[in-house]
């Protein structure tokens, strides 16, 4: 299946803490069916030597004879423990569990679909002309608006204070407050390529007597996708795929807390 980025909706924790793991080829045992109300068809419990029992799907199973079988290729049962609000990447999907990676870890696992959900990215715009730098935070941090800049102006930073235009510490700050973490530096753009999976990205750079000015966008990267949420409200869309346009200047690295 294509990579797909979901959110968890549903806490899960396995009930698992030995699961059963093999390569292909190897001989198998297979017991009874899962029978249960979550709609979880086509799952097997299933023994090898050395290992206690565990749900194998049916894919995996190449039956032999009677209750003999053997893998048709490497498999692991192992869950992943995951929290509401955690980012994942799916790459496989069997029998109502996804095969999921942690975003940003690369801790891994299955969990039930019935759990997540995808994750459409969403663009939040700036309500001043000067509010992008408090809009690509809200947009880091799963803010509101609104929100965001009353946690900007209770630390004194203000989308009208001209002070900041040419400034980057603010940002830092504002992403520090919500737990994400920023780079201390700024790095020279390359190539979209290059860019790490999460970065605030100064495009529209430009100097009036002498002095920087930018415009605050978020590159993001997730299952091997990448686009830009940027929150000038005079776009058609504020979810950019129009890479040559944007001509970034530099970029800072920005860090997500996990949930």
């Known amino acids: 299946?294509?990579?797909?980025?979901?959110?968890?909706?549903?806490?899960?924790?396995?009930?698992?803490?030995?699961?059963?793991?093999?390569?292909?080829?190897?001989?198998?045992?297979v017991g009874d069916a899962y029978q249960g109300d979550e709609g979880w068809d086509n799952w097997f419990l299933c023994s090898t030597p050395g290992q206690e029992a565990g749900w194998v799907p049916s894919q995996v199973i190449e039956r032999l004879d009677g209750q003999r079988a053997r893998a048709r290729e490497a498999y692991t049962a192992?869950?992943?423990?995951?929290?509401?609000?955690?980012?994942?990447?799916?790459?496989?999907?069997?029998?109502g569990w996804f095969w999921c990676t942690r975003e940003g870890s690369t801790e891994s696992g299955w969990v039930p679909q019935a759990n997540l959900t995808e994750l459409a990215p969403r663009c939040v715009i700036q309500e001043e002309v000067s509010?992008?730098?408090?809009?690509?935070?809200?947009?880091?941090?799963?803010?509101?608006?609104?929100?965001?800049?009353?946690i900007a102006n209770a630390m004194g930073i203000h989308a009208e204070d001209e002070s900041l235009w040419s400034d980057t510490q603010y940002v830092r700050r504002l992403l520090a407050a919500g737990g994400a973490t920023a780079a201390t530096g700024e790095t020279p753009f390359e190539s979209w390529e290059k860019l790490p999976e999460l970065?605030?990205?100064a495009i529209k750079h430009h100097q009036e007597n002498g002095r920087d000015f930018w415009h605050w966008v978020v590159f993001e990267r997730a299952a091997g996708q990448m686009h830009v949420l940027d929150s000038a409200s005079y776009l058609p869309s504020n979810l950019r795929t129009d890479f040559a346009a944007m001509q970034p200047k530099w970029f800072i690295a920005v860090t997500r807390t996990s949930a």
């Not at 980025?5 to 198998?28: D, M, Y």
Request: aromatic share 4%; glycine share 8%; proline share 7%.
């Open 78 to 95: 192992r869950e992943l423990d995951v929290r509401v609000g955690e980012r994942l990447i799916a790459s496989r999907s069997l029998n």
């Open 1 to 29: 299946m294509t990579p797909r980025t979901l959110t968890v909706t549903t806490a899960h924790t396995s009930e698992f803490p030995h699961p059963i793991t093999f390569t292909e080829g190897a001989p198998l045992t």
């Open 199 to 201: 970065a605030l990205l």
């Open 131 to 150: 509010g992008c730098g408090i809009a690509a935070a809200a947009n880091i941090l799963g803010k509101p608006y609104a929100e965001m800049k009353a």
